[in-house]
């Protein structure tokens, strides 16, 4: 069997077990309109394995022997989608708020679920090229293989063309066979850990918390204790971005839309500084 190769469609029942695997591990929700991505998701697994359909990988699972099969199907089902300077004028705004706090010590910025970590290495290229104090910056994510390519920070020529200009390409990457390799100075701008937003407790306190396009996959509890978390990590007067399509309205209420800057997010026990408010 090739990792191409046509498998048979999910049963309901395979879909029904592995959709209540990815939401027990991670709180995010496969919902019916999306049922059909498990299919491409799982292919190069079942590819890999050697299992002729989905009813045996969730065999496999079920019978206990393999006991990392869980962990191989929750990261194939994750959705890794993510580009250098993704939406970038949101990325340049984000820095631009970094600053604008004013902050005399070290920012510290949490990127949480950042994939395969373009959107930690465009945020540490942008504070680099501005001159300012480079902030301490954390990229998180659940997915294991996720954070080992992160850490890597090699991508495809694919990968390296979605959003990166050429002239950042040159200053900021090594060509490595076909790939491309962040260099040392950038990849050591940058600390990596695995967390799982569903269950684990905030790594800390930052002045600035990325947490884009994740929200909408969590179930509504899920999604509310994660607020809860995120609101419970910002400093006084850190900064909350999610994805264009997310909102902490009507979800939380320990977050509000920032009063200083636009598309943000704050605490609503912030109170804001002089120094904020000029920015």
């Given at each position: 069997?090739?990792?191409?190769?046509?498998?048979?469609?999910?049963?309901?029942g395979?879909?029904?077990?592995?959709?209540?695997?990815?939401?027990?591990?991670?709180g995010?929700?496969?919902?019916?309109?999306?049922?059909?991505?498990?299919?491409?998701?799982?292919?190069?697994?079942?590819?890999?394995?050697?299992?002729?359909?989905?009813?045996?990988?969730?065999?496999?699972?079920?019978d206990?022997?393999?006991?990392?099969?869980?962990?191989?199907?929750?990261?194939?089902?994750?959705?890794h989608?993510?580009?250098?300077?993704?939406?970038?004028?949101?990325?340049?705004?984000?820095?631009e708020?970094?600053?604008?706090?004013?902050?005399?010590?070290?920012?510290?910025?949490?990127?949480?679920?950042?994939?395969?970590?373009q959107?930690?290495?465009?945020?540490?290229m942008?504070?680099?090229?501005?001159?300012?104090?480079?902030?301490d910056?954390?990229?998180?994510?659940?997915?294991?293989?996720?954070?080992?390519?992160?850490?890597a920070?090699?991508?495809?020529q694919?990968?390296?063309?979605r959003g990166?200009?050429?002239?950042?390409?040159?200053?900021?990457f090594?060509?490595?066979?076909?790939?491309?390799?962040a260099?040392k100075?950038?990849?050591?701008?940058?600390t990596?850990?695995?967390?799982?937003?569903?269950v684990?407790?905030?790594?800390?306190?930052?002045d600035l918390?990325l947490c884009?396009?994740?929200?909408?996959y969590?179930?509504?509890?899920?999604?509310?204790?994660?607020?809860?978390?995120?609101?419970?990590?910002?400093?006084?007067?850190?900064l909350?971005?999610?994805?264009?399509?997310?909102?902490?309205?009507?979800q939380?209420e320990?977050?509000?839309p920032?009063?200083t800057?636009?598309?943000?997010?704050?605490?609503?026990?912030?109170?804001?500084?002089?120094?904020?408010?000029?920015?």
């Open positions: 069997m090739t990792a191409l190769a046509r498998v048979q469609p999910p049963s309901a395979a879909t029904m077990v592995l959709s209540a695997l990815l939401e027990a591990r991670t995010q929700q496969l919902a019916a309109s999306r049922s059909w991505r498990l299919e491409t998701a799982i292919a190069p697994l079942l590819s890999e394995l050697a299992l002729p359909h989905a009813d045996a990988l969730v065999a496999r699972l079920l206990g022997h393999d006991h990392r099969i869980g962990d191989r199907i929750v990261d194939a089902l994750l959705n989608e993510t580009s250098f300077f993704r939406d970038a004028g949101v990325i340049e705004s984000a820095v708020a970094v600053r604008a706090q004013g902050a005399t010590a070290r920012p510290r910025v949490w990127c949480a679920a950042c994939a395969t970590g959107e930690p290495l465009s945020l540490a942008l504070f680099a090229e501005d001159g300012g104090v480079m902030p910056i954390l990229a998180t994510d659940v997915s294991a293989s996720a954070m080992a390519r992160a850490r920070g090699s991508y495809s694919f990968e390296i063309q990166l200009p050429i002239r950042r390409m040159m200053r900021w090594e060509a490595d066979g076909s790939n491309w390799v260099n100075t950038l990849l050591a701008s940058v990596y850990r695995r967390h799982n937003l569903a684990d407790a905030g790594p800390g306190r930052f918390i884009r396009n994740v929200l909408f969590l179930t509504p509890p899920v999604r509310q204790a994660v607020l809860e978390r995120l609101a419970q990590a910002l400093k006084p007067a850190g909350l971005l999610l994805g264009a399509g997310e909102t902490v309205i009507g939380s320990q977050l509000r920032s009063t800057h636009r598309g943000f997010y704050e605490r609503v026990d912030t109170e804001v500084t002089p120094h904020a408010q000029r920015g």
